[in-house]
């Protein structure tokens, strides 16, 4: 018998933001298999941070975006890292 995907919910608090000119797409998710939600914050330049945890409510994973924010500003959404080419 062939199981089915499970169904992508996106939770309602998923918005885009600007705050200190910094613009972001927040994507509040989870599968409709499972009751934990994943947190991912995406970047003007399309870069995505995704949360390690998992949250027991949407309500859990905003208020982390938001504590980010309050703690390390926008900033912590900006690409900053420093991309190492694969050797040839």
């Known amino acids: ?25 927040i994507c ?3 599968l409709d298999t499972e009751p934990s939600w994943s947190l991912e914050v995406v970047n003007f330049a399309g870069t995505s941070t995704v949360s390690d ?11 982390e975006f938001e504590h980010t924010v309050a703690e390390e ?8 890292a420093k991309v190492i080419p694969f050797r040839r």
Request: zero cysteines.
């Open 1 to 25: 018998m062939h199981q089915r995907e499970p169904n992508l919910v996106t939770s309602s608090l998923s918005r885009h933001i600007t705050h200190d000119g910094v613009s972001v797409e």
């Open 28 to 30: 509040i998710y989870r």
């Open 53 to 63: 945890d998992l949250f027991p409510t949407d309500e859990a994973a905003f208020a």
């Open 73 to 80: 500003g926008m900033v912590a959404f900006l690409d900053q």
